[in-house]
């Protein structure tokens, strides 16, 4: 991809790049010096952690998602005005205020219930595997919860949603609705009161853009265990790994629902519905500032004529896994 991409930056010429994964930051830093040219390049963690393979010394600004990712980026030496907490950014329609009694008229769900979106659809099934294993597990126990309605999306994975449907069938589960792929899930999310997903950093960040509590399902590793850290630490959502576990939680929150209140208030100071907006704000303020084309800047009055890394020692990070 790097020869290619490279073309590119030198053909299209770009007044910025915006990045959200380690690889594409990376690779623009790499053709901004080999084309020579001036452009501000930020980065944009899609995790709530900041990786040790960002390009730190040459971006630009890290717009990130909590005040827990800058404690680790301060460690490696970025100056504290190219530390913007901004959120992650999400699509636009997060963005919207819906009303959740039109909202469960629109997908047929009750009004009388507490609605459990169980976030079961990818493109990818692979990392979902484990996952879905697990809500098929608890599928038996779902009869229990007479006061709360369960509503499965499946996404774009037809077998899948056969699967489940079919299942749903079979145990005779009234309280149970499994959907396929939604295009509206901003709305969906507005109308239900807890999401039952994995820890990736987008969904999790959907969900607290629609205020949703959230129970985190499955072992956690890399990217996502930052953001089971991030989220349980700060009381927003629950953790659990075992359907067993799962079924304790949903207990609990029938028992008591107003356990819901207390980590939808935690989640609100959490929430950044505006990501993306600002994160284009942030690069606006860097393109005004940089300078002209045909002018050296300091990317490459500090570089020699063969580059190929640089190295520094930073201190010790705010956070470890």
Same mark, same amino acid.
């Given at each position: 991809?790097?020869? =290619?991409?490279?073309?590119?930056?030198?053909?299209?010429? #770009?007044?910025? %790049?915006?990045?959200?994964?380690?690889?594409?930051?990376?690779?623009?830093?790499?053709?901004?010096?080999?084309?020579?040219?001036?452009? #501000?390049?930020?980065?944009? /963690? @899609?995790?709530?952690?900041?990786?040790?393979?960002?390009?730190?010394?040459?971006?630009?600004?890290?717009? %990130?998602?909590?005040?827990?990712?800058?404690?680790?980026? *301060?460690?490696?030496?970025?100056?504290?005005?190219?530390?913007?907490?901004?959120?992650? /950014?999400?699509?636009?329609?997060?963005?919207?205020?819906?009303?959740?009694?039109?909202?469960?008229?629109?997908?047929? $769900?009750?009004?009388?219930?507490?609605?459990?979106?169980?976030?079961?659809?990818?493109?990818?099934?692979?990392?979902? *595997?484990?996952? =879905?294993?697990?809500?098929?597990?608890?599928?038996?126990?779902?009869?229990?919860?007479?006061?709360?309605?369960?509503?499965?999306?499946?996404?774009?994975?037809?077998?899948?949603?056969?699967?489940?449907?079919? *299942?749903?069938?079979?145990?005779?589960?009234?309280?149970?609705?499994?959907?396929?792929?939604?295009?509206?899930?901003?709305?969906?999310?507005?109308?239900?009161? $807890?999401?039952?997903?994995?820890?990736?950093?987008?969904? %999790?960040?959907?969900?607290?853009?629609?205020?949703?509590?959230?129970?985190?399902?499955?072992?956690?590793?890399?990217?996502?265990?930052?953001? %089971?850290?991030?989220?349980?630490?700060?009381?927003? +959502?629950?953790?659990?790994?075992?359907?067993?576990?799962?079924?304790?939680?949903?207990?609990?929150?029938?028992?008591?629902?107003?356990? $819901?209140?207390?980590?939808?208030?935690? +989640?609100?100071?959490?929430?950044? #519905?505006?990501?993306?907006?600002?994160?284009?704000?942030?690069?606006?303020? $860097?393109? +005004?500032?940089?300078?002209?084309?045909?002018?050296?800047?300091?990317?490459?009055? =500090?570089? /020699?004529? +063969?580059?190929?890394?640089?190295?520094?020692?930073?201190?010790? #990070?705010?956070? @470890? *896994?």
């Amino acid at each position: 991809m790097f020869p =290619r991409f490279t073309k590119l930056v030198r053909d299209v010429k #770009p007044i910025a %790049v915006i990045a959200t994964h380690i690889m594409g930051a990376n690779i623009a830093v790499g053709a901004r010096m080999l084309t020579k040219q001036n452009f #501000p390049i930020v980065s944009v /963690p @899609t995790d709530y952690e900041t990786e040790g393979l960002w390009p730190h010394a040459f971006t630009d600004a890290f717009c %990130v998602g909590t005040d827990y990712m800058a404690e680790t980026l *301060r460690a490696r030496k970025i100056p504290e005005e190219k530390i913007r907490i901004t959120g992650i /950014p999400t699509r636009t329609d997060f963005l919207q205020e819906f009303d959740p009694i039109e909202a469960r008229e629109e997908f047929g $769900l009750p009004k009388d219930k507490k609605i459990v979106l169980i976030l079961a659809g990818a493109k990818l099934p692979a990392p979902y *595997r484990l996952f =879905r294993e697990r809500i098929d597990q608890t599928l038996p126990y779902l009869h229990r919860y007479t006061d709360m309605h369960f509503v499965i999306i499946a996404g774009s994975d037809e077998e899948y949603y056969e699967q489940a449907s079919g *299942r749903v069938k079979e145990l005779g589960l009234p309280n149970v609705t499994v959907l396929g792929y939604c295009t509206e899930m901003s709305k969906l999310m507005c109308a239900a009161d $807890l999401a039952i997903c994995k820890a990736g950093g987008l969904t %999790v960040t959907e969900c607290l853009c629609a205020r949703t509590p959230m129970i985190l399902v499955g072992r956690a590793y890399g990217q996502e265990k930052a953001n %089971v850290n991030m989220l349980t630490g700060n009381g927003a +959502a629950m953790h659990v790994t075992t359907p067993r576990e799962l079924r304790s939680r949903l207990d609990r929150f029938s028992a008591n629902p107003m356990l $819901l209140n207390s980590m939808l208030f935690n +989640a609100n100071l959490l929430r950044k #519905p505006n990501a993306a907006r600002d994160i284009v704000r942030v690069t606006c303020e $860097l393109i +005004a500032e940089t300078p002209a084309a045909g002018t050296t800047h300091e990317w490459h009055r =500090r570089l /020699p004529g +063969a580059y190929l890394m640089k190295l520094y020692i930073g201190d010790r #990070p705010a956070h @470890t *896994r």
